[in-house]
């Protein structure tokens, strides 16, 4: 009798066990949070690009880690409502991809550590220094100065040795873009080429710009990445070649999109470096106390196929310095 009142006790105990035992696996799994500013039908690869950093640093998802993945779809004033979503799942960690994102985490928690990718952290008051960020934000900045945002209108003039005016689309409501505009007004009158800036913030004013370059006789055009712009990207790219317009932009998605070149960070890159942030900081490390990097790999993209399209012949030493050429 003891022995089958035994074995019904341990039946029992087992069967009891089994989901309280699925659900603590469950709970042990680190959980982290992603917040891209695109859709993941753009951008999955920089989604995929964090998983695989963390994979190299041991982390697997399934097995002893849980991803939360968040997209704006191109509208910032989401952010803040996707994030405050994300903290009550009280994540270990949040990645941001666009400054916007990262202002909105930082309004919306001091304690939850964040990890940053986006331009101009510093000069935004995002963080008060690069060596030490403080608080519960560290990350990866993509960096100002003419050696990046110079470049566009340098690598520009090269493929369109004719080129004398220049129109620079950006969008105000980002911090980082009137930084941008500081640096290419200085390389204009460098390369002897007039700067023509087209401030938009909305679809319309974006097709109301590039419209009105026709008239300007503008020869070129340089567009500032941010969310309003990657929501539009391939929309900007269509206009820029109905009224053939060389165009550069800051990111490689856009030259893929149609743009004739791209000049900048891999932000997949730096999704995967952000990995490294979090792993420091789940074995213990402060946020604040970890220096905010910049990017190491920078790619140059021409869009051949774009090229033809327009009527170009892109100097054989520009084409051989690309990392991607795209026919």
């Known amino acids: ?183 290419l007004k200085r390389m204009a009158r460098k390369l002897g080429v007039t700067l023509q800036s087209k401030e938009v913030q909305d679809a319309s004013g974006i097709d109301n710009a590039v419209a009105s370059m026709h008239a300007e006789r503008i020869q070129g055009l340089v567009v500032a990445v941010d969310v309003l712009t990657a929501r539009y990207q391939r929309r900007i790219a269509d206009l820029a070649a109905k009224n053939r317009l060389p165009s550069m932009f800051g990111f490689r998605e856009f030259a893929e999109s149609g743009g004739l070149m791209a000049y900048g960070p891999s932000v997949a890159d730096l999704c995967r470096r952000a990995a490294s942030f979090v792993d420091k900081i789940l074995k213990g490390a402060k946020p604040g106390d970890l220096p905010v990097e910049q990017p190491t790999k920078f790619e140059l993209v021409v869009n051949l196929k774009t090229a033809r399209a327009l009527g170009l012949t892109i100097p054989p030493s520009l084409l051989a310095r690309a990392d991607q050429v795209i026919e």
């Open 1 to 183: 009798m003891m022995d089958r009142r035994r074995f019904l006790l341990t039946s029992l105990a087992g069967a009891l066990a089994a989901p309280l035992g699925a659900e603590a696996q469950q709970q042990g799994r680190i959980l982290i949070a992603f917040v891209g500013a695109e859709s993941a039908s753009t951008n999955q690869h920089y989604f995929d690009a964090f998983r695989q950093g963390l994979r190299e640093h041991g982390y697997v998802e399934g097995q002893n880690l849980t991803l939360e993945a968040r997209w704006a779809d191109g509208r910032s004033e989401r952010f803040p409502e996707l994030i405050t979503d994300l903290i009550r799942s009280k994540p270990r960690a949040i990645l941001t991809v666009s400054l916007p994102a990262a202002q909105a985490a930082k309004n919306a928690t001091s304690t939850t550590p964040i990890v940053f990718i986006g331009g101009d952290p510093l000069g935004s008051g995002l963080i008060p220094s690069l060596a030490r960020p403080g608080g519960n934000l560290t990350g990866l900045s993509i960096s100002l100065g003419e050696e990046f945002s110079g470049k566009w209108l340098e690598l520009l003039k090269e493929a369109v040795p004719k080129m004398s005016r220049v129109a620079f689309l950006w969008n105000p409501t980002n911090p980082a873009n009137a930084a941008y505009l500081s640096v």
